[in-house]
């Protein structure tokens, strides 16, 4: 059993299947969706870096933020809000996503889980703005149940995922509700100040922890911004949910810094909008939209989203350095994915179809990079299976190419099996590899 310390919670080994599992599914359908705003662009940590952490609040890419940034005089979604818009209670958000999402096609999404190959999906259940994507026994307590949906959406998403073969996660914004210490956050300062520390919030947002790992059994729990009482008010939390699921994993947003200080236990890192693992040698998961917002965001287009061979590309590159990819849909109000959207993660799910043997259960490979003699980068994984699995990054000029100091062993292309004739680093294939982003050789 165990305690909530840090020296018992640290002492639990991460589940193999997260390790294994590579590609997840992050699904943020917010009230955000219903203004569908935010200034596409630069993601925010890119704005703070080159214009100021003020300028990366004001101008969030973030619709899922939009009740935040409307309230920031001069923002962008301030003057959306007020001349587009007309100046609406948030309210009146709530009120229309509630009732669009009576309508949701939760089939839908299931039919675009089993083609993903994503191994797991986490569910958004309250983003910043504290509204309920359950009809919990704990309603909001400044809003009542007009601040929660009465249709069960956790429960329908957490069927689609398992009926897809997929475990399934919650996110829970634990450090963030408007509802209790209001809006105007516009640094990084007034962000982690804004936590709530006090009996009331801890006990509120403790109650639909526990609320959600009842009913739904998630395998993870996915916390953001913070916690009261950060690292020590979730350790009951977390050693209670060890205890009752051995498969359970848990994020380091509870308490982020103390995590990365060696003070606080997480089972895993979360880069956001960066492939840079946080920590040299720990489980990591990098989390993104496929364009720069995780909720819907109506003037996104093939402009801002991440183009299908970058995404490929980036997926290679994450898996070969020992982590996770946590992809995000941002659904319409009504719940549906948008086709833009769509024919990414069907496409990531085709490629992986092909080459998943060199990525499910793999591990990173001691020598983790090379490049072919036409500058391609190359990058090597540790088979499940006990085999070395080079992935090519780029189409080469002709069916003949070289790759200094390729593992020995005979060499097969992954896609059909073929055998390559090899004569030290240099490699003849049967036929000139297709434009596929990333194509790989098994070597044995």
């Not at 214009?51 to 609040?57: D, L, Q, R």
């Not at 089972?267 to 998961?285: H, V």
Request: charged share 20%.
């Amino acid at each position: 059993m165990y305690e909530p310390t840090f020296e018992s919670l640290r002492s639990r080994p991460l589940p193999k299947w997260y390790d294994d599992a590579k590609f997840g599914i992050f699904a943020h359908w917010t009230v955000g969706s219903v203004p569908s705003f935010a200034p596409a662009g630069r993601d925010p940590f890119t704005l703070a870096r080159e214009e100021g952490e003020e300028a990366a609040f004001a101008q969030s890419p973030y619709a899922e933020w939009y009740q935040n940034s409307a309230s920031l005089p001069g923002s962008p979604a301030a003057e959306y809000h007020e001349k587009v818009l007309g100046s609406p209670e948030y309210s009146t958000f709530v009120d229309s996503f509630l009732s669009q999402a009576t309508d949701w096609k939760s089939d839908q999404w299931r039919n675009l889980f089993r083609a993903s190959g994503a191994k797991y999906c986490v569910f958004v259940t309250k983003h910043h703005d504290g509204v309920l994507m359950w009809p919990s026994d704990v309603p909001n307590p400044v809003h009542g149940d007009r601040w929660q949906s009465k249709r069960d959406l956790v429960g329908e998403c957490a069927t689609a995922a398992r009926e897809s073969g997929m475990r399934f996660g919650v996110y829970y914004s634990g450090g963030i509700d408007w509802t209790f210490q209001g809006l105007g956050i516009k640094s990084w300062a007034t962000l982690f100040s804004a936590i709530p520390q006090d009996d009331v919030y801890l006990a509120y947002a403790d109650s639909h922890w526990r609320e959600l790992m009842a009913r739904y059994r998630p395998d993870v729990l996915w916390n953001d911004i913070g916690y009261p009482r950060f690292g020590e008010g979730a350790a009951p939390l977390i050693a209670d949910f060890y205890n009752s699921n051995p498969d359970g994993v848990v994020n380091d947003r509870f308490d982020m810094l103390g995590v990365l200080r060696g003070t606080t236990h997480a089972d895993f890192l979360t880069p956001e909008y960066t492939t840079e693992p946080m920590a040299s040698g720990r489980k990591f998961e990098v989390c993104r939209g496929i364009g720069t917002s995780f909720g819907y965001m109506q003037f996104e287009d093939d402009s801002t989203y991440m183009s299908i061979p970058d995404l490929v590309q980036m997926f290679v590159n994450i898996v070969a350095d020992g982590g996770n990819l946590l992809l995000n849909v941002g659904a319409m109000p009504g719940g549906y994915v948008p086709w833009a959207q769509q024919i990414r993660v069907l496409a990531l799910g085709q490629w992986l179809s092909v080459n998943g043997p060199a990525i499910y259960g793999s591990r990173p490979h001691e020598q983790s990079r090379l490049v072919t003699d036409e500058g391609a980068p190359v990058r090597l994984t540790r088979g499940s299976d006990g085999a070395t699995y080079a992935i090519v990054c780029g189409r080469p000029s002709s069916a003949t190419l070289q790759i200094d100091d390729l593992p020995a062993g005979d060499v097969v292309v992954l896609t059909n099996g073929a055998r390559v004739a090899r004569s030290g680093d240099r490699l003849v294939l049967p036929v000139r590899p297709d434009d596929t982003p990333a194509w790989t050789l098994r070597i044995s």
